[in-house]
């Protein structure tokens, strides 16, 4: 055999293999992806956590989230965490350390929640200059958030982050009562002031509306 029909083969070969592995690796990357974006489990609700960045602040601060005094997890840069927990009402809050033009402080915010079983909600967590917020997703009304928010859950390297941070309990293990203790007394005062936000019990998606549409992406400078 020459070795022009020798050459021949071995594309023909490399052609298949490369056909034959291409299914296989969709099946794997679909596979992977719904283990984090998933239907809520009938007697639970869903909440994600999902960290956006606008302005380019904060990229290095890490953030810690709260139920009450359960702690969920750390939320890094770009990044999401999923809690499922009991229907009902919930307190939630997320705090991060940073330096304020005085001191070294500790920056918080808090949401009251009242959660429907089989549901799916979405927090927004954003760093600001001298602060965090968070936000709930009211999916008929924050168009722009929406869109940040599923454009960090549709990164393949935000689920492959999320699940290694999950296998290890990074940052839950970091996290004693005293942190806890630093957030809840501070509740009240955010209470007084009428600071707390709300997630709406209505303010639900359904599993396939976590998916990202291109078409329906809003203008850059909006973001």
Not at 45 to 52: G, K
Not at 195 to 203: Q, Y
């Amino acid at each position: 055999m020459s070795s022009a029909n020798i050459n021949f083969v071995d594309t023909k070969i490399v052609i298949v293999k490369t056909l034959m592995f291409i299914p296989l690796f969709l099946a794997l990357t679909l596979s992977g992806f719904s283990q984090t974006i998933e239907p809520a489990p009938e007697d639970k609700a869903v909440i994600y956590f999902v960290r956006t960045v606008k302005g380019g602040m904060g990229s290095l601060a890490n953030t810690y989230v709260f139920d009450a005094w359960e702690p969920i997890g750390m939320l890094t840069y770009q990044n999401f965490i999923r809690f499922e927990c009991e229907p009902g009402e919930h307190m939630f809050w997320v705090t991060r350390s940073g330096i304020s033009l005085i001191s070294y402080t500790y920056y918080k915010q808090f949401v009251d929640a009242d959660l429907l079983a089989g549901k799916i909600y979405l927090v927004e967590v954003r760093i600001q200059m001298e602060g965090i917020e968070m936000d709930p997703i009211d999916p008929l009304n924050n168009e722009k958030e929406l869109f940040r928010v599923k454009k960090v859950l549709n990164r393949k390297s935000s689920i492959k982050a999320n699940k290694w941070m999950e296998k290890r309990k990074y940052g839950v293990a970091k996290i004693d009562n005293s942190w806890a203790e630093m957030g809840m007394n501070k509740y009240e005062k955010f209470e007084e002031k009428g600071k707390i936000k709300f997630l709406d019990p209505e303010w639900f998606l359904e599993v396939e509306e976590l998916f990202l549409d291109k078409k329906d992406e809003p203008h850059k400078a909006d973001l």
